[in-house]
């Protein structure tokens, strides 16, 4: 599955999309050395290739080697028509039941695919399936059913779901506070007692300030410098856990390194549903997350409001509010030449309390 956003490269996509087809005729190769199309290809394959490539060697390239193939590739979270138009030309129809899927929140988007087609459009889930759910969320690594959840915590996590209005990521983030607290009435109603749930319209967001304003005070600042990431930015967990500790957000525990106590609050991170894992290595630990496209503006929202990091996607016309920043985060896509303007701006304006400068250009792949 491939994360576009509404900030995507269509240079950028390729190339991830040859990658994860690069992995998987890497293993049919492994598998079976009698496949010598696969195995032409592989060898013939660069990883560090593709950016040196115009697109038209890349949409090439690409369809070479899906021809013949049966493939499933899920295009998660599009916003634009074009997208398609631009994407279609790499991908073979050889009729032999390869398919693919594009999720988005726009209807003109999902039927510009296939205008013969309806768009299939997931309903809210129900009472029962929000319940369960949230259930499954706060009561990790249990059986969750009406015998074995007590009685009072059952009621109230009735009571908790309808809020959600069947919203799955609000249940999600929301089972991700309870699972943080006892399995007592007292803890779950305080949890209850303490949402504003009468702003009608944002019951979602309601859930996701109320799990940032829930985490320990060490938590909040790891949480809102993601913001300073491109949305669906996959990140290296290492990269992320180091760049904590530069900040100075991670302290010295007794019988603990700084990149234990790091890789500790990552997970607990996670825990609260503050972030996806994209992959982990072998011995469990995080390797790459990213963070969900609300819970990324929920990030952006709070460093806001407290002048945390300034992000920059063009250079701006004129003197910035936000000169007092200590940091800048550059989110360039792959029409920028090259930094050096921005760096001449912030020069000129003196941003002369800034400590920290985060570059992202063009390739997203994190």
């Not at 496949?35 to 038209?56: A, I, S, Y």
């Not at 138009?85 to 693919?100: C, E, F, M």
């Not at 069947?166 to 009435?185: C, E, K, M």
Request: net charge negative; proline share 3%.
């Amino acid at each position: 599955m491939l994360s576009v956003s509404q900030q995507y490269s269509l240079i950028d996509l390729v190339t991830k999309i040859l990658r994860e087809v690069f992995d998987v005729m890497k293993n049919l190769k492994d598998a079976d050395s009698e496949k010598p199309k696969e195995l032409e290809l592989v060898n013939n394959f660069d990883d560090n290739e593709p950016k040196k490539q115009d697109m038209g060697v890349l949409i090439s390239r690409l369809r070479k080697m899906l021809s013949g193939m049966r493939y499933l590739i899920i295009l998660d979270d599009v916003w634009v028509v074009e997208l398609w138009d631009q994407l279609k030309y790499a991908l073979p129809d050889d009729k032999n039941g390869s398919r693919v899927m594009m999720t988005s929140r726009i209807v003109d988007v999902a039927k510009s695919a296939d205008s013969r087609m309806e768009p299939y459009m997931p309903n809210l889930l129900n009472d029962e399936e929000s319940c369960d759910l949230l259930l499954r969320k706060a009561l990790q690594n249990q059986e969750v059913n009406e015998v074995e959840c007590p009685i009072e915590l059952l009621e109230l996590a009735k009571e908790l779901s309808k809020k959600c209005k069947g919203l799955p990521l609000a249940l999600i983030v929301l089972g991700g506070i309870l699972s943080t607290r006892d399995q007592t009435h007292h803890d779950w109603k305080k949890v209850l007692d303490t949402m504003d749930w009468h702003q009608e319209g944002k019951d979602c967001m309601n859930v996701l300030t109320m799990s940032y304003e829930d985490m320990p005070y060490y938590l909040k600042p790891c949480f809102i410098y993601l913001s300073s990431f491109p949305e669906d930015y996959e990140i290296s967990a290492r990269i992320l856990m180091s760049m904590w500790i530069a900040e100075g957000f991670i302290s010295e525990q007794e019988k603990k390194t700084m990149e234990e106590i790091a890789e500790i609050f990552l997970e607990q991170l996670y825990q609260r549903s503050m972030v996806q894992v994209s992959s982990r290595y072998s011995n469990g630990s995080i390797k790459y997350c990213r963070v969900h496209d609300l819970l990324h503006d929920l990030a952006r929202y709070e460093a806001r409001k407290v002048n945390f990091v300034t992000v920059f996607q063009k250079v701006p016309q004129g003197s910035h509010a936000d000169r007092v920043t200590r940091r800048v985060s550059i989110q360039a896509d792959e029409s920028v030449d090259d930094y050096s303007e921005f760096i001449k701006y912030i020069d000129y304006y003196e941003f002369y309390k800034l400590r920290v400068m985060i570059m992202s250009f063009g390739d997203l792949t994190g």
